[in-house]
Structure formats: structure tokens, C-alpha cells
């Protein structure tokens, strides 16, 4: 009910307006020219309730009154065109229109025109059947499952006051009740036939405008008889009014006469987005992309110039020399092209949590609705993977801030090795006590190694009493965790040597009571032994068969079981808990320990196939939507990257991208990052162009998948590029029934819900085929599909998704009977006849599957996102030895080469890829190729300086002027990339000299080895790069940085600096004591020749160790080398003034 009331005055004209609350009387006086006569339901709003309620006084003071009215007061001073109001005014009963619409809207929202009621007196229009009932909302009401009220009583509501209502009906105040599927379709049905009928009444004063139903226009609503000279801006500034209360303008005052309160949330029920695209700044991008046609243009005008001016002279010299500047040319293009559209990316972890974790009518406890994760943790060795790093690892993902029963880890142990399994059972127990110290007190990071050992004052932010007396509790527990660790080699080999002993007797023993002779040896095979007394079915220390390396059988344990869908709450500390988790979640995630079966005969395709056993493991036990791999050096630095990573997986369009990639940050690097270990350039440049493409490729950890992505299915919606550099699009949309296009490699989602589609059956029928014969795995695949959508009110038209609150249900328990399922999909015959490794799960074939994994989903049509948190999200160690570093650097550029000469190579990429997004993957390709042509670079300054020619017939002014400009616009982008990157100039440098470094080590040897396997068959292997641990305290934590240990990638490189050094002294010697110096090519040969030296300057470093010395092989090698290419030199160009036959050798 409404009521007004007016009285008069000379120099205002207040409205009282009273509005049934039932609930107490307050009065509120507000300053605003536009009389409003509907209270917000907006709790945040200023014209709601106070906290105490009441009517604000004057002074401050709050009335309290007993009536179920609220009354509030609004000002309406007199203007030119509102006279005030008489006596006899106020008694007639008139409708104005002050403002008559309210509009509200906002970002991926609906424009909408609110009538509001305005009239002094008289009774409120009654609104027709369609037009929803709450007052001052004109929206149609919702039909189809809501169809006549969600409540018995009838009461009509929109969607907007539907959701903003509380689950109760405005009308009885009854809680909803929702209507039954079959039921909603009877009321569409009856519906039908009155739906002309029902349509909503025109908005007042706005008749003669056509209104979409998208869009409100504005009229003004001036009186008539204003005055043509009325400026309203004027008589804000003259009345000291204002624009009144609202998102577009808030007093800095703010409102009532209690004093400045903030403005309210005004976008709190909106669909704010989950994450933004920011683009890099135009003021440096702009002259970024000028320089790079610029830099072109200087290369194409340079190289013409090069070409129509050789070196008569020396025409072989110009000959190489122009022929490996084409290729540096074009080499420089295909790195630059991707690079054209950089931008980063932003998320709000507050909309997701508000979207998915808040209580609603369909999740009213406000269980979490994410979807569900499965982290895949990969590990081989424990002898080069120390099981201590291993198991921060672990424990950093089991106290990730993300929904307990939504997080399933899973540990890959390719080793089959007990010190891993028992090294994991002991994680699991330390977890109890880690975990809930970890959510209490907001621990970051959540690696107990790096949290314990970093340098900082761990007591900013805590404002616990009882965090310190806890901190020293759970380090001291971590201490013997760490003891217990480090013990388990040892205790392993005792136990088993024990049990092997008694074995033996009582081998002898039977031997003995059989009448054998004694003296003949007894053959007892040296097990390896589980602390309960059982046979280690995995790697025994001493091989034996079904017990080695190669052949053992699978294994599978759940160290932790799935944890409960309730809270569970500890108790206080006391002799057996050590921290008092009263108000602490204890529950903890599942953890499982994998390790594939391995027999003789069969390839197990090494990480690529361990990863693979893992996707159809936890398809069976937690069939997670989402994948997130790691590897076992690789923690989460940051709780919250799982929150950050599902924010694009959730967001409109999220159900385009295939995978969320997070730049690789590195620990335990040297300050001068000698060898480019921290590779800024790669992740923070060229990873942010790509991502403004289709992507940035899959860099093998760090990453969060979308299972079925991983499945080899197409995504819902793809776009073919055709033409001129693909500038002609086709959309296609791929999960429709009827699809227009198929590709060879296309394969369809079986949809729930498309039963009477028949390419959905035909794709059931071939799921056998592709993933082979488990009837669980197959079974998952539509509810992992399913469980990955993205939210309906999200979708567009056609799409399919899925409701809300649909995830807020509880996991299944596991049981042994799917345990054993489990164990039968990683026997080492599974994968026989199938497609996977071919087009389901990691790609298999090269060294590098996760370059090709990430272009299969790329050339599919699937998009993938960069994701760079504020705070680093992981964290891993990277070699700082030279030569481990450089055969890492070998390991990914032999798989580079197998990809060029492969099927993946990008020249047969499908139209859904991107033209720019082909080149970078072209690029991956080709860059080992550069190699050969920079080696060749290296050796023209010192051939230049012993022949005493140079690549040009002679230092024209024209020539420096190229050589000037092409220097100078590299510079100048060198800067900018470091300007919207965010990198270093020392990164940027490091970097450069690391590519003259692996170009004339790794790279040559890795084209030799990738054509060796591809014309020869040779197959290709590599050995486990040692990841260092943690450093005891006292010792020197970059001591493997000194450590040289010799290579067969080392002699390039010290042959380039032993010539080059030779090179520029005799050059230097000649070019004085000649008659004749020729100054000019001296300076390019010496230029030329430093600048190689300078590059190499980190790889001479390291040859030096921590004391300067060197292993004499390399001195022989080395001297060796640029003693056959002197005598190769002097035999081809003969020193001038000797007419005899040097060569002959004459007795005397």
C-alpha cells in the first residue's frame, strides 16, 4: 500500500510517501529533484532500512515507531517549470510524470525501462496477468516451469525479481515450489493459445516509440510549457541540487543526515564477467608494429643492396655470407609475425565464487558447484627426483584453496619404486597435520620446504595469538618428516635385506629336510620387501623378472579416500593433535599412487604414455572434468591458481578452450641467470602474443586441461580460416545434430540428452575403438562432458549447458570393484588398437609430446588461454649446470626437428588454425635449422680476418647506413617487447646469448640426431634431467653451476672462440706491419668477431668452474680442431709471394 501526503511551503513542496513494510515506521529526507515512489529491494540501497531501523532525525537520531509503514520525505524544489504547489492543487488528483522511467542495466545485461508510479493520490493501475506483480517492475513474467508463480497463490514474477526474492513469494510469503517437468509442459502447452492476449502494456508517455525488447529509449520529459530558455544544468548550480542516488552519480557526502556512507554494489546482481582482455597500451603497441615493417623494410633494402653489390674479390666469402642473412631474415620473420598482438588477462575471483559457491534456490547450503579436478603429478626416477621434492609437490596440492571433494592428486611413479610409494604413504600422514595449519592461517606458499626456508619475516599479516606456537610445532613435526624421508633408502634395504636373510634359511632348512646336499647353493631371488612383510609387486634393487624396471605389474593405492561432501571440523590441541582445528576443515583430498603395468615387447612411449594411463585412471575413480598436470619439481606457489585457471574455463565462450597454460617460474637460479634458465622470453613475450591468437602452445606442466579436449573431440563452435593469410571466415558449430562439414579428424561429443540422434549413436558405437574396451571409461566420458559445460544462463542459443547447482552433489565412494577397473586400463596391452597416443590423450612420436599434444587441440579448432596470476602460480627448478642445460635445450630441439619432418608439421595444419598461429607453430619446427647457418656465421669473422677480405668489397657509407638502421629498429623493439612484457633488459640480453650458445651446440647436434632418426631409423634417446634438492644448511646453494662436466656439445663452441680469438691477433698483427693496411676491413673482421666472442662470453664462464679450471680433453679438442682448419685454410688460399710448391715436402 502507498500512501502520500503533501504540505506547502514558499520554497519547497516535500512528499511524504508512506510504503507498507510490514515492519516498523521510519521517515528519511532526501535532496533529490525526482520524487520516487517504490522502495529498492536492494539491500545495499539508501533507501532501505537502517540497521537499527527507524527514521533518521535531523541530529542523527533515529524514531522508532510501531507502524507497519515506512515513510520517507522527498524535497522537491521550486523550478521554472513546477510552480509550488497551492491548496487547491494539492486536493486534485493529477498524474506526472517527473522522471518517468528508471533505466537499469549494466555490462552482459538487458537495458530495461522501470515505470514508477508518481501520482499524489489515487489507486495504482492494476497491471495485467503477464506483467510481473512487484511494484515498479513493468518486465514480462516468466513463463514455462514458473508459469503462473512459482507458488500456488499465482503471484506473478520476472526472472530478475524471481532471483532477487529469496525464495519466498512476494504475494503469500510462502516458500517456492517448484513444478514437475511433465507439468511445465501442460501449463507451455495451455499457454500458447493466450499468449496474444497477455502482452504488456505500453510505458507511459513513450507510446508513440516502437521499444525493442533489448533496448529502453529515452524521451525527455520536459512539460510542456516549459520555457525554451530553462537550463536545468543552471539550476542545479544555483539550487544546490543534485542528480539524486544512483550508479551514474554518488555524493561524495553521502546520504541521510547520518554522516558519509559508500556507495552500495550497485553490479552485484549482474552477470559480471569471470575475466577481461586487456590489451597492450596503443602508445606501445602502435609504435611497436611500425617498427617491426620498418626493421622489414630495412632487411629487404639491405639484402637487395647485398645482392646486386657482391665481393668480386671474394666472391666465396659474400656468397656464404649472403646466404646465411637470407635465412636470418627469414627467421627473424617467423619469430616476429606471432608476436603482432599481445595482450593480458585479468580474473575476478569474487563473481566466481558469488556464481558458484553462494546459496541458492537450487543450492540453498551453498555447496561448492566447481567443477571437479584431477592433478596428475609425474615421476620416473627417485634417484634423480628426489622423493622429498616429490612430496612438497604433493603437499602443495593437497592444501590448494579449491573444494576438498572437488580435488583429486594422483602420483605417476614410472619407476615402479618403493621408496616412492612408502616416501607418498608418509606424505599422506604428514598432510593431516600440514593441510589444516596451512587453511588457518592463510600459509603462502603452501610448500613446506619454501615456506620454512624462505627470507622473510613470517609473521606480517598473521594476527592469530596462536600462530607461532603452532608454526614451531608443525616445523618441528616437518623436521622429522624430513628425517623419516631421508631414512626410507636406508630402511627399505635393511628390511628387505632382513627378510631375505630369513628367506634364505629357510631355504636351507627345507633343502635340509629334504636330504639334499647341503653343499650345493641355493638360489633365493633378493626381493624387495613392503613393511608389512610382502614381495614389492613394483622395481625391486636388484632386478629380477616381473620385478625390473621394464617389467613389473601395475599398481594402484588411494592413500587418501575421496573425503566427505560435509565439513568436518577438528578438535582442540592436545597430546595427539597439535594444532587446535576446531574451526578448521580437516578433510583432506583424494590421493592415489599409479604405476602402469610394464612388460617386455610393448612401448610404453615414456611420459607421454604414463600421462595417458593417468587420464583413464581418474576417468574411473573421480572422472574430474578438468585436468591440471604437473611435474614432481613443479608446486603451486599460489592456493588460488586452480580459482584462477577455472575462471576462463567458466566463463562465456570457456567452452572453446581447450586448456589454461601458466608461465613456468623457476627456483634456485643463479642472480645471474648465466644460462637463461628463468627463459622470461619465451613465457612473458612470445607466450603473451600467441595468447592473443588462438593460444599459447602446451610447454608440458603448469596447465589445466579440458578432459575431453584431451579425448581428441572437436570443440562446440570452430571457425575456419580460408584465403589470403585465412582473412575469409567460416563458423561452424560443430555439436549441432546436423553438421555441414566433417573433418577426417573430427570426432563428436556424445551429448546426453541426443537420443534420437544418429551420428551420436554412431559415435558410441566407435568410443570402443577409439578408447578402448572399458564400459567405464566409455561410461564416463558424456558425464565428464557434461560436468565441464558451462552454466545455462551463459550459453547461447542452440548451446547446451548445464544448471546450476547440478555439481553440489555428493561423490560416489569408491570401491574395490572400481579400483579393479582401474588397474585393467593401465595394463600394458590396452592402449593395442586404439587411437590413443594417435589422436586421444598425449600425442606419442617425439620427445616433445606436449608441443604436439597442444597443436593436435590447436588445429582441431580448439582455442587455449595464458594465464599470468599477480602472484607467481607455480614454481619448479630448472638445471644451472651447463651441460645438463644443454642437453636439455637438445632434448627439445630433437623433438622440433621430428615435428618438422612429421605430420604436425604447421604447413598441414587444417583451416581452423589461425594464418599467425600456423607461423609461430612453423616456427617450432624450423628454428634447429638456424643452427647450421649460424655456425657458418661464426667462422666468416675470423676467415674474414686470416684472408684479410671482408663480406663487402668495401666499408661504404651506404653498407653502414643499412648495417645502422637494421641495428637500431632491433634495439628499438627489444625495448618495446621489454616495455609491454615487463621483462628485464639483463633477461633480454641472457637470452640472446643463450641463442648463439644452444645454436652452435645443442641445436646442430639435434638436426643431425632428428635426420638420423628420420632417414636411418636411429631412435633416439635421452636420459631423466637430475632435479637438484634442496640444499642442507651451510652448503652452497648454486655449487652445481661450477661443476663442468664434459660433453660432446662443448667442442662447436670452443672451436668458434679459439678461432675467432686467433683470428682477430693475426688480423690485428697483419693489418700493422702491412705497407698497405686496410683499416677498414680489419674494424669489420675485429667487429664481427667480438660480437660472436660476446655471446659466448657465458659459455667460456662456465668452462672455467668456480676455480678457472679446465678439463684438459677440451684443450685437445679444441686445438685439434683449429689446427685441421689453419692447414685447411693455408691449403686453399696459399700465402702470396712463394712460387714454389710448398706443399711437397723435400728432404734436405
Known amino acids: ?167 519466498k513469494c512476494p504475494g503469500c510469503k ?286 606480517k599479516n598473521k594476527v592469530r595469538l596462536d600462530f607461532v606456537r603452532e608454526r614451531r610445532r608443525v616445523k618441528r613435526e616437518y623436521d622429522e618428516f624430513k628425517v623419516r624421508i631421508n631414512s626410507l633408502p636406508e630402511s627399505i634395504r635393511r628390511r628387505s635385506d632382513a627378510y631375505n636373510a630369513h628367506e634364505e634359511l629357510r631355504a636351507k632348512k627345507k633343502q635340509m629336510e629334504a636330504g639334499s646336499n647341503v653343499s650345493e647353493p641355493i638360489k633365493v631371488p633378493k626381493a624387495t620387501w613392503m613393511s608389512d612383510g610382502s614381495h614389492w609387486p613394483g622395481t625391486w634393487a636388484s632386478a629380477e623378472q616381473d620385478h625390473s624396471r621394464g617389467d613389473h605389474a601395475g599398481i594402484i593405492q588411494a592413500m587418501l579416500a575421496p573425503p566427505n561432501a560435509e565439513p568436518e571440523f577438528g578438535v582442540e590441541a592436545d597430546g595427539e593433535n597439535l594444532i587446535d582445528t576446531t574451526d578448521v576443515d580437516i578433510r583432506l583430498p583424494m590421493l592415489v599412487y599409479v604405476s602402469r ?60 578452450i581447450c586448456y589454461v597454460q601458466f608461465p613456468q617460474r623457476f627456483e634456485g637460479i643463479d642472480p645471474s641467470d648465466r644460462y637463461a634458465n628463468h627463459n622470461t622470453v619465451f613465457f612473458d613475450v612470445s607466450m603473451r602474443a600467441l595468447d592473443g591468437l588462438q593460444g599459447p602452445m602446451y610447454v608440458g606442466t603448469g596447465c589445466i586441461f579440458r578432459r575431453t579436449a584431451l579425448y581428441g573431440f572437436s570443440p562446440p563452435r570452430a571457425t575456419e580460416h580460408h584465403g589470403w593469410f585465412g582473412r575469409k571466415k567460416i563458423k561452424l558449430f560443430l555439436r549441432k545434430p546436423k553438421v555441414s562439414k566433417k573433418e577426417e579428424d573430427e570426432v563428436s561429443v556424445p551429448i546426453n540428452g541426443d537420443h534420437n540422434d544418429d551420428d551420436a549413436d554412431i559415435e558410441s558405437l566407435l568410443l570402443p575403438k577409439r578408447f578402448g574396451n572399458s564400459s567405464s571409461l566409455a561410461a564416463s566420458i558424456p558425464v565428464a562432458e557434461y560436468q565441464g559445460r558451462l552454466l545455462q544462463d551463459l550459453q547461447g542459443k542452440g548451446t547446451h549447458g548445464r544448471p546450476a547447482g547440478s555439481l553440489a552433489v555428493p561423490r560416489e565412494p569408491l570401491d574395490a570393484a572400481t579400483v579393479a577397473e582401474a588397474i585393467s586400463v593401465i595394463s600394458c596391452f590396452y592402449e593395442d588398437k586404439t587411437e590413443w597416443g594417435k589422436r586421444v590423450g598425449w600425442i606419442y612420436g617425439s620427445v616433445t609430446e606436449d608441443v604436439v599434444t597442444g597443436y593436435r587441440m590447436h588445429n582441431r579448432g580448439w582455442r587455449s588461454v595464458y594465464c599470468v596470476t599477480k602472484r607467481d602460480a607455480f614454481r619448479g627448478t630448472a638445471p644451472i649446470n651447463l651441460t645438463d642445460r644443454l642437453h636439455q635445450v637438445l632434448r627439445w630441439a630433437t623433438g622440433s626437428v621430428e615435428i618438422f619432418f612429421s605430420r604436425n608439421n604447421a604447413l598441414l595444419a587444417s583451416p581452423r588454425m589461425k594464418f599467425l598461429q600456423r607461423v609461430a607453430y612453423f616456427n617450432v619446427g624450423m628454428y634447429p635449422f638456424t643452427s647450421m647457418f649460424l655456425i657458418v656465421y661464426c667462422f666468416l669473422p675470423a676467415v674474414s680476418l686470416f684472408s684479410g677480405q671482408f663480406i663487402v668489397q668495401t666499408l661504404s657509407v651506404t653498407f653502414l647506413v643499412f648495417l645502422l638502421g637494421i641495428t637500431v629498429t632491433l634495439c628499438l623493439l627489444a625495448l618495446l617487447e621489454i616495455k609491454w612484457s615487463g621483462i628485464t633488459l639483463h633477461d633480454w640480453w641472457r637470452n640472446e646469448q643463450f641463442w648463439l650458445i644452444g645454436g652452435t651446440s645443442a641445436h646442430p647436434a639435434a638436426v643431425l640426431q632428428g635426420l638420423l632418426k628420420v632417414i636411418a631409423g636411429v631412435d633416439i634417446s635421452f636420459t631423466l634431467t637430475s632435479k637438484s634438492a634442496t640444499p642442507e644448511e651451510g652448503d652452497d646453494e648454486f655449487a652445481d653451476l661450477y661443476v663442468v662436466k664434459w660433453s660432446f656439445l662443448m667442442v662447436p663452441p670452443i672451436t668458434i672462440m679459439m678461432v675467432n680469438s686467433i683470428a682477430i691477433a693475426v688480423g690485428v698483427a697483419r693489418t700493422v706491419y702491412s705497407p698497405f693496411p686496410q683499416w677498414s676491413k680489419l674494424v669489420g673482421g675485429v667487429f664481427f668477431s667480438f660480437w660472436v666472442l660476446c655471446h659466448l662470453y657465458p659459455f667460456a664462464k662456465g668452462l672455467m668452474g668456480r676455480r678457472g679450471k679446465v678439463p684438459t680433453i677440451i684443450y685437445v679438442w679444441s686445438g685439434l680442431l683449429s689446427i685441421i682448419i689453419s692447414l685447411l685454410w693455408v691449403y686453399i688460399n696459399p700465402p702470396s709471394g712463394r712460387t714454389q710448391d710448398y706443399m711437397n715436402f723435400q728432404f734436405p
Open 1 to 167: 500500500m502507498v500512501k502520500t501526503a503533501s504540505s506547502t511551503s514558499p520554497s519547497s513542496s516535500p512528499v511524504t510517501i508512506t510504503v507498507s513494510s510490514g515492519g516498523r515506521r521510519r521517515s528519511m529526507g532526501l535532496t533529490s529533484p525526482v520524487a520516487r515512489a517504490s522502495v529498492s529491494n536492494n539491500p545495499n540501497s539508501p533507501l532501505r532500512a537502517s540497521a537499527a531501523g527507524g527514521r533518521r532525525l535531523s541530529g542523527g537520531g533515529v524514531e522508532e515507531t510501531s507502524s507497519d509503514y515506512v515513510t520517507y520525505t522527498v524535497q522537491i524544489p521550486p523550478t521554472p517549470d513546477r510552480k509550488p504547489m497551492t491548496a487547491s492543487e494539492d486536493g486534485k488528483s493529477s498524474r506526472s510524470f517527473i522522471s518517468g522511467t528508471i533505466f537499469t542495466g549494466g555490462f552482459n545485461s538487458v537495458t530495461r525501462g522501470h515505470v514508477m508510479e508518481c501520482s499524489m493520490e489515487g489507486e495504482v493501475q492494476a497491471k495485467t496477468a503477464s506483467v510481473c506483480g512487484m511494484r515498479g517492475c513493468d518486465e514480462e513474467a516468466m513463463k514455462g516451469r514458473l508459469l503462473g508463480g512459482p507458488c500456488e497463490c499465482g503471484f506473478r514474477v520476472c526472472r530478475d525479481c524471481y532471483l532477487e526474492c529469496s525464495g
Open 174 to 459: 510462502e516458500p517456492y515450489k517448484y513444478v514437475s517437468d511433465d507439468e511445465e509442459e501442460e501449463e507451455e502447452e495451455e499457454e500458447e493459445g493466450s499468449e496474444g492476449e497477455d502482452q504488456p502494456l505500453p510505458l507511459p508517455s513513450m507510446a508513440e516509440f516502437k521499444l525493442d525488447k533489448r533496448l529502453s529509449l529515452v524521451k525527455s520529459f520536459k512539460a510542456q510549457n516549459h520555457p525554451p530558455d530553462f537550463d536545468h544544468t543552471r539550476w542545479l548550480f544555483e539550487t544546490k541540487g543534485t542528480y539524486g542516488y544512483g550508479n551514474a552519480v554518488w555524493p561524495k557526502d553521502g546520504y541521510g543526515a547520518n554522516g558519509f556512507e559508500p556507495p552500495p554494489e550497485f553490479g552485484e546482481k549482474a552477470r559480471r564477467p569471470l575475466t577481461r582482455k586487456v590489451g597492450v597500451s596503443a602508445a606501445i603497441i602502435s609504435p611497436y608494429r611500425l617498427l617491426i615493417l620498418l626493421r622489414l623494410a630495412s632487411l629487404g633494402l639491405f639484402l637487395t643492396w647485398r645482392i646486386r653489390h657482391p665481393n668480386h674479390e671474394a666472391i666465396w666469402l659474400w656468397a656464404m655470407s649472403i646466404t646465411c642473412e637470407l635465412w636470418f631474415a627469414f627467421s627473424w620473420l617467423l619469430d616476429q609475425l606471432p608476436k603482432l598482438c599481445p595482450v593480458n588477462r585479468v580474473t575476478d575471483l569474487s563473481v566466481l565464487k558469488e556464481r558458484f559457491e553462494s546459496p541458492n534456490l537450487r543450492n540453498p547450503k551453498g555447496r561448492s558447484d566447481l567443477p571437479g579436478i584431477d592433478v596428475f603429478v609425474s615421476t620416473a626416477d627417485p634417484e634423480k627426483e628426489p622423493p622429498l621434492v616429490t612430496a612438497n609437490t604433493i603437499l602443495s596440492i593437497l592444501a590448494v584453496d579449491y573444494p576438498v571433494e572437488k580435488v583429486a592428486c594422483y602420483l605417476s611413479d614410472d619407476g615402479g619404486a618403493l621408496l616412492t610409494f612408502e616416501a607418498l604413504a608418509e606424505t599422506a600422514s604428514f598432510a593431516r597435520i600440514w593441510v589444516p595449519f596451512c587453511r588457518k592461517h592463510q600459509i603462502e606458499p603452501r610448500n613446506p620446504e619454501a615456506y620454512f626456508g624462505q627470507k622473510r619475516d613470517f609473521l
Open 597 to 656: 603395468e610394464k612388460r617386455p615387447g610393448y612401448d610404453h612411449n615414456k611420459k607421454a604414455g604414463a600421462m595417458n594411463a593417468l587420464v583413464r585412471t581418474s576417468a574411473i575413480m573421480s572422472n574430474g572434468p578438468f585436468i591440471l598436470n604437473l611435474d614432481c619439481d613443479h608446486y603451486i606457489y599460489n592456493s588460488l591458481a586452480l580459482r584462477e585457471g577455472m575462471c576462463f574455463m567458466l566463463d562465456r565462450g570457456g567452452d572453446r
